[in-house]
C-alpha cells in the first residue's frame, strides 16, 4: 500500500513539474494529426519590368538563426522559398521575424526583406511580408 501512495505521489509531481515549464514550442499536442501537404512560404522577385530577377543565393535568419539556401538551377525560377516546413520547430507559434536577403552573381544582396512567419503546429504560415519584392 506504501508503493502505491509513492507511485501516485510520483505521478502528481510530475504533472506539476511538466505543466509549469511549459514553453511555446510545447503549445502544440504530440498526438496532432496533421496532413501530409509540404507548405513553403515563397515570394516573387521582380524587376521594374515585372521580369523574373536571378538570384545566386538566398538566406532566411529567423530572429538570428541564418538558414542559407543555395541553388545553381534558379535560372528559370519565378518563385523563391522564403522557408518550408522543415523550419517548423524553429518558429514560435504566434510568429518570428524572418529576414530573407537575395544576392546577386557578384554576391550582392539586392533583397533584403522582413517577414512574419508562425505555424499552427503542423504547418509554417505567413503572417505578414510581401508577395512580390521589386528591385532595381
Given at each position: 500500500m506504501k508503493s502505491y501512495i509513492q507511485f501516485i505521489c510520483l505521478i502528481f509531481c510530475l504533472q506539476i513539474l511538466f505543466?509549469?515549464?511549459?514553453?511555446e514550442s510545447s503549445?502544440?499536442?504530440i498526438d496532432l494529426a496533421c496532413t501530409q501537404i509540404f507548405v513553403t512560404v515563397s515570394v516573387k522577385i521582380q524587376n521594374r519590368n515585372?521580369?523574373?530577377v536571378?538570384?545566386?543565393?538566398?538566406?532566411?535568419?529567423?530572429?538570428g538563426n541564418t538558414k542559407v539556401i543555395t541553388k545553381s538551377d534558379w535560372d528559370k525560377?519565378?518563385?523563391?522559398?522564403?522557408?518550408?516546413?522543415?523550419s517548423i520547430k524553429d518558429?514560435?507559434?504566434s510568429g518570428s521575424s524572418v529576414t530573407f536577403k537575395g544576392f546577386d552573381s557578384n554576391n550582392q544582396i539586392i533583397v533584403n526583406?522582413?517577414?512574419?512567419i508562425g505555424h499552427d503546429c503542423c504547418h509554417i504560415a505567413?503572417?505578414?511580408?510581401?508577395?512580390?519584392?521589386i528591385v532595381d
Open positions: 505543466s509549469c515549464s511549459k514553453s503549445e502544440c499536442p515585372n521580369e523574373p536571378i538570384l545566386s543565393k538566398t538566406t532566411a535568419t529567423i530572429e525560377i519565378i518563385d523563391y522559398n522564403v522557408l518550408d516546413d522543415l518558429l514560435k507559434k526583406e522582413q517577414f512574419i505567413k503572417i505578414a511580408g510581401k508577395e512580390v519584392i
